[in-house]
Structure formats: C-alpha cells, structure tokens
C-alpha cells in the first residue's frame, strides 16, 4: 500500500504523557518492528504506590519497563515508517473527509483506506459519523519533567483525594511528572502542594522543561470503523492515562488494523479493537474507583501493603503476563476478597 500521513504538527511532536512504557507496550511496539534498544531512556522494574505514608509495591512479572520522552519516541516511530515507504505531509490539517476524498490545503486526496488516529477531538470521527459512545470519565492531565537523578527504579504513583501523580524516570538525570485530577490544577507548584511526599522529593530541583497538559478520557464508541474509514488510538476511544496503556493500546490496534485492511474486511478490525480494550478497560476503572472513594483506596493500599503478593498477581493481569479470561470469576472473586481482607 501506498501510505500518505498528514499532520497539523510537525516533528518531533510532544504531548502531555506519563511517558511509561510497560514491558507489554515494548513487547506491542516489537511487533511493529520497532526496538528500543539503544534509545535515550530509562529502565523501570515495576510499580509503587504512595499515600500518606503508606508504599506498596510489586515488579513487573517479567522484563522491564521503559521511560522514553515522546520526544524521543515520536522521531523513533518516524524513522520505522519512512523506512517502510510511508510519506509525510506536516502542518497539514485534513479539512474534510467524504467518501474516499480527503481535503488538505493545497491538496485533494483519494484513499482506499483513510484512518483516523486524530486524538480525543478526532474529527474523522464525525464525518465518518462514528460519534456514538459513552464518556464516563473525564479528568485533567499536567506534565512536568525534572532535571534529577531517578531516586526510584518504580514508577510511583502517589495518591491523593483529588488525584494522581506518577514519576517515570525518562533519563539518567531525568524524570516526568503527570498530575492527573477531576478539576484542572492551575500550576504544578498547586498540583505538587496536594503531594507533599513528592513535592519534598522534588524540593530545590529544577523544572527541565515548560509544563504541558492535556485531557484524560474514559471513552468507548459503539463501533471504530465505516465504509473505508477506521479510527485508531485515542480517536477510537480511550481508557484513563493512569493505566499507563494508552501507547499500547495504539500499538496492536495498529497491528490488527494493518491485518484488516489486508484481508480487506474492517469488521475484523472492530473485533479485535473490542477485545484489545477489554482488560485496560478493566484496570482503568479499578483503578477510577480507587480515585473516587477514598475508604476503597485506603483499604486497597493497606491490603496491597500487606500482602505484597496480591500486588503482584494484580501486575501479572495488568500487564497481560496472566490473561483476565484465565483468572476467571473465581480468581476475580479471590482477589477481590483478598484486597476487602486485609
Ligand atoms: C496526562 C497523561 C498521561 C499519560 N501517560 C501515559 C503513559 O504513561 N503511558 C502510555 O502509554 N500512555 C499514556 N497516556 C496516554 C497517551 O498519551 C495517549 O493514549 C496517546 O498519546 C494517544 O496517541 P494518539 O496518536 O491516538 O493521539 P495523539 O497523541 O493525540 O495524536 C493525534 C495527532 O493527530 C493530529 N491531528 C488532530 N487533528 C488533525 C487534523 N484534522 N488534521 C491533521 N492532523 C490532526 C495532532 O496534531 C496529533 O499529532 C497519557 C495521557 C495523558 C493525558
């Protein structure tokens, strides 16, 4: 196939992301012929959580995580594709989509396939009349990074009642912070005073960068694909950043659309799309009940503490090391009954 990609932005393109790459995304970015290795970033084993004093933790089952600067990802993923012949026309704005004709200034285009990988306000979605879908969770994201040495090889995730921030160490000499929250704090100095074991981690260090924010979605559309048109990543719904598998999610769409258009049948693709989002679905909304109630989160954190194997069995499903449907009923019932315990 002949692939032309249009962007109103131009590379290397930032976005306001956690940055964490778990072992699953680098395993789902390795099925796209794209290693890592070599590349500016940093190893993390594993996730901690942190409230008030209390820690849990658990390591990844196997393999590692990665930080990695979108920065530093985006010109990664660029080189793979123009390798593979794909063509880009930058600060370009698709201006409509009808039938199998894209409108760009300057330019008039006839596709076999057009995909919408547009993001949240992705408005191939509305002209493909793919809007309908529930929104169930809409928060506020805030990044920062951080000239300091990693102190953690976990990404940590402290809590509070009005949200969430996670470190992800991206450098050597680097780390990035994103605040996640119902209600948009107005600075990072705000969103740090809710986190006052991080803020005295992060006390005298200096900001590497200007901070940048964006918006968290719990969103799934009833369907993501129509005639020609497919929607990919965040234009085909999302779960909440605080999964840390938004990346991924994009990564084996990508493979399963790629995979439909061959076969030249999208419905295959609207299939696999459903049951790629099934477990980060599952997570992204523990984990928004964990935000919610604060009676639920303290008794998860506690028993997380305590039964630090829980933790790791709940990071075996996370990162699809043990699939949910293997777990079943009884396992999801063991493991609730284990977190109301202890
Ligand atoms: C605070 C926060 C933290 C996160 N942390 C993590 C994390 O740690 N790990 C993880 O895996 N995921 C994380 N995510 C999620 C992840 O960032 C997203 O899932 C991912 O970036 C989605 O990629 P995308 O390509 O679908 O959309 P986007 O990255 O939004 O890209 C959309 C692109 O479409 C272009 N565009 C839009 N409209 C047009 C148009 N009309 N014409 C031409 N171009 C257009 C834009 O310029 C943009 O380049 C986080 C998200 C947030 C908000």
Not at 186 to 197: G, K, N, Q, R, Y
Not at 228 to 251: H, K, N, P, Y
Request: a positive charge.
């Amino acid at each position: 196939m002949r692939v032309v990609v249009a962007d109103g932005s131009a590379p290397p393109i930032d976005k306001a992301c956690g940055e964490g790459l778990m072992p699953d995304s680098i395993a789902a970015l390795a099925q796209l012929g794209v290693s890592l290795d070599g590349v500016p970033s940093a190893e993390f084993h594993g996730i901690r959580f942190v409230e008030r004093g209390k820690v849990a933790e658990a390591k990844f089952p196997d393999g590692v995580g990665r930080g990695v600067r979108r920065t530093v990802l985006h010109p990664l993923l660029l080189e793979h594709a123009e390798r593979a012949g794909v063509s880009f026309r930058w600060r370009t704005v698709v201006r409509s989509v009808e039938g199998d004709r894209l409108a760009m200034p300057g330019a008039e285009v006839r596709a076999r396939w057009i995909v919408g990988a547009d993001g949240h306000q992705s408005r191939v979605r509305r002209w493909a009349g793919l809007e309908a879908g529930k929104l169930s969770s809409q928060r506020i994201g805030l990044r920062q990074h951080f000239a300091v040495q990693p102190w953690s090889s976990f990404v940590e995730v402290y809590w509070c009642d009005k949200g969430q921030a996670y470190v992800t160490p991206v450098a050597h000499d680097e780390i990035c912070v994103a605040f996640l929250a119902r209600e948009k704090f107005s600075s990072v100095a705000e969103a740090l005073a809710h986190f006052p074991e991080l803020a005295s981690r992060l006390a005298g260090v200096a900001a590497s960068d200007t901070p940048r924010g964006a918006v968290s979605l719990v969103k799934q559309l009833r369907s993501v694909a129509r005639g020609q048109v497919a929607l990919i990543g965040d234009a085909s719904g999302s779960v909440d950043a605080i999964t840390g598998e938004g990346m991924a999610i994009g990564f084996r769409q990508a493979v399963a659309l790629a995979e439909a258009m061959v076969a030249g049948d999208l419905s295959r693709y609207q299939a696999a799309h459903r049951q790629i989002g099934q477990l980060p679905r599952f997570m992204s909304q523990g984990m928004l009940m964990m935000d919610r109630q604060r009676l639920v989160r303290r008794q998860v954190l506690r028993a997380l503490t305590r039964k630090p194997a829980l933790f790791a069995r709940m990071m075996q499903v996370h990162v699809g090391h043990v699939p949910l449907r293997l777990l079943g009923e009884t396992g999801l019932l063991r493991l609730g009954a284990g977190l109301l315990t202890a």
